[in-house]
């Protein structure tokens, strides 16, 4: 008799067919791994029934190390060893890392990001966050009873641009993950709430975290949602909050500020802000005493007013964040039909009244925030694993800053947009500037402004073996390739030879979070004067190819010109090219436009001859 099988909803019979695979939550405070079980995302705890893990690593000598809980507990007994927030240093050189002086480590700026000295050596933040993504990937294993998962979706904040993204997936294969795909935050959390299955419109995600803050923007339509919007700080989270508790009290007492404090008592400091913090989401004041090495015994009485003050500059920069992506979105507070806030910051009173009265409605908080993130990214992993129901969820996030190319002039051609839903493929054909010119280098440039200078350089590399032509005659077709992790590559082909060649980007992780939102930022404030910028090097081109252009054509055909003819030719040129070192575009525009006039009878005369040429010796039939 054969036996009925029994299994869950939408799952194998079989359950040694079903593939573990989870979603992590890469957080600057904590961390999370979450995944599908018996139906439902949940969050993994550790041995102690614990779901966070603190991302804190001490180093202790010797290759041994504390993680999680026990090194945060014990940071400001070792705090130069003692890594904390390290999320917010991912991607980034020493000179981009706002307020270093403030933390209690030994940084040395490498090759590609800035790294941090300890007693076991330099740690760079990738290497951190292996750590930490090691340790969720062991928890997962032990409570699946599993020697292997099949992957992992990891988490990333939406303002994370081309290397910070790069950087965590380094990070997720360094801890021995295999990464399904990168998501971002708010498009996590959105799956979280099962927005998905919610009316058609538009619903936002307020993420603020320990060291960044996202806001997105999604419509829902028939079932799918994509990003039309995002934006953020990704320089701001409740870090920044626990620093201005800290001056804020040091200001009371008259003290020097935290910068010029040891090692030790900055992180006590800002550990105890942190507790200060966390009273007076239920408490209206709250009071903690502490002991400095340098300044003795500190008692530290802060009220919820006072806080709220000390911190208005910062929810007002979230604000203002929320604006710019509802402003460039065309849309209003009130077309919004639901807020989701999401990270552990968003707990605070304050934040969660100051997004209601901004929207007029009340936020949604019914899922908890700290574990919301790792709950979508587990429903996603799920479904990438070919374990659910309904197959793969249909995420359309979208790419931060426009991509592009340099050409001639200094000036940066955009391929793709800001804002373009992911994945995306666009090509743009160029051609050559030169006669006979054999090679092109093509310069992969990320940004919103129009000169090169002020954009980010992702990557370099030249299409060589181009057939011989005259100026504008070669096809060269450049491809661009953003996949779903946000991760580009760039091919250029010359289409009449088939000659190739093509870069994956691999990032230098060389540009500071803030300078994201810096770029958007001088994108719209420097708008009138990089078109006027652009219009000045598009006029100088033009006159350069136009005096390049007549200069060859004086040397192959200058006998078809009489001797004044060909003086006043010469003369327009020399005219022309005095005045492209100017900065008169419209003066510029009128010497190329009396060149092209004052050549005119010149091309009519080499065109005449090119026919005679082409005839001479050949019956009239045969034409």
């Known amino acids: 008799m054969a036996l009925l099988q029994i299994s869950e909803p939408g799952q194998a019979p079989d359950p040694h067919q079903r593939r573990v695979a989870v979603g992590i939550d890469l957080g600057t405070t904590n961390s999370l791994v979450a995944a599908v079980r018996h139906g439902v995302a949940e969050c993994l705890p550790d041995a102690q029934g614990r779901v966070l893990l603190p991302s804190a690593v001490r180093y202790l000598g010797g290759g041994r190390r504390l993680i999680g809980f026990d090194a945060r507990d014990t940071q400001a007994e070792d705090a130069a060893n003692t890594l904390v927030s390290v999320k917010r240093f991912m991607g980034r050189k020493q000179a981009d890392v706002a307020g270093a002086d403030k933390l209690p480590y030994q940084f040395v700026d490498g090759a590609g990001m800035v790294a941090i000295a300890t007693r076991d050596g330099i740690k760079t933040p990738v290497e951190f966050s292996a750590e930490i993504l090691a340790t969720l990937r062991q928890r997962a294993e032990d409570t699946f009873d599993s020697d292997e998962l099949h992957g992992a979706v990891v988490t990333v904040p939406a303002y994370f641009d081309d290397a910070q993204r790069q950087a965590t997936?380094?990070?997720?294969?360094?801890?021995?993950?295999n990464v399904l795909r990168l998501i971002s935050e708010p498009t996590a959390a959105a799956v979280a709430y099962g927005l998905d299955n919610a009316s058609e419109g538009l619903y936002a995600v307020y993420d603020l975290g320990g060291g960044t803050f996202d806001f997105s923007?999604?419509?829902?339509?028939?079932?799918?949602?994509?990003?039309?919007?995002t934006g953020g700080d990704a320089a701001l989270g409740g870090d920044d909050f626990d620093e201005a508790i800290v001056e804020m009290v040091l200001r009371q007492r008259g003290w020097p500020v935290l910068a010029t404090h040891s090692a030790n008592d900055k992180r006590l400091l800002l550990a105890t802000a942190r507790a200060i913090k966390h009273d007076?989401?239920?408490?209206?004041e709250t009071t903690h005493t502490l002991s400095l090495q340098e300044h003795g015994p500190l008692s530290a009485r802060v009220t919820r007013r006072d806080f709220e003050v000390a911190t208005a500059p910062l929810l007002d920069r979230t604000l203002s964040a929320v604006r710019r992506v509802l402003r460039d979105a065309r849309v209003k507070p009130v077309d919004v039909q639901g807020v989701v806030m999401v990270g552990g910051s968003t707990r605070m009173p304050r934040v969660?009244?100051?997004v209601s009265e901004l929207f007029g409605r009340e936020v949604l908080t019914n899922v908890n925030p700290d574990e919301v993130v790792?709950?979508?990214a587990a429903i996603q992993a799920n479904a990438l694993a070919g374990n659910a129901k309904d197959g793969e969820l249909l995420l359309l996030d979208v790419i931060a800053l426009s991509l592009g190319l340099e050409t001639m002039?200094?000036?940066?051609e955009r391929v793709i947009e800001r804002n373009t839903t992911l994945p995306v493929a666009k090509a743009q054909e160029f051609t050559t500037f030169q006669d006979g010119q054999t090679a092109m280098a093509i310069h992969v440039l990320q940004g919103e402004r129009d000169l090169v200078s002020e954009c980010r350089s992702l990557a370099r590399f030249e299409l060589r073996g181009i057939p011989p032509m005259v100026a504008g005659a070669a096809r060269i077709r450049v491809t661009f390739q953003v996949d779903a992790d946000g991760l580009l590559s760039v091919s250029a082909r010359e289409q009449l030879s088939g000659v190739e060649a093509a870069v994956t980007v691999k990032p230098s992780y060389g540009l500071a979070d803030d300078q994201i939102a810096q770029m958007l930022k001088d994108g719209f404030s420097h708008a009138e004067a990089d078109m006027a910028a652009r219009a000045l090097r598009e006029a100088r081109v033009e006159a350069e190819r136009m005096v390049l252009?007549?200069?060859s054509a004086l040397a192959a055909d200058g006998a078809l010109l009489s001797a004044e003819e060909r003086r006043d030719i010469e003369a327009l040129v020399d005219a022309t090219q005095a005045i492209a070192a100017s900065d008169d575009a419209a003066a510029i525009d009128e010497a190329v436009k009396a060149l092209a006039t004052g050549t005119e009878a010149f091309a009519a005369a080499r065109m005449n001859q090119g026919i005679r040429q082409?005839?001479?010796?050949?019956?009239l039939e045969e034409v």
Do not use: H, M, Y
Not at 217 to 229: H, I, S
Not at 614 to 619: E, S
């Open 280 to 284: 007076l989401t239920d408490a209206d």
């Open 374 to 376: 790792a709950i979508g």
């Open 614 to 619: 082409a005839l001479a010796g050949r019956k």
């Open 549 to 551: 252009a007549t200069r």
């Open 409 to 412: 002039g200094g000036l940066v």
């Open 217 to 229: 923007l999604l419509r829902l339509t028939r079932g799918v949602f994509e990003v039309v919007g």
């Open 352 to 354: 969660r009244a100051a």
């Open 169 to 177: 997936k380094d990070a997720a294969e360094l801890a021995g993950l």
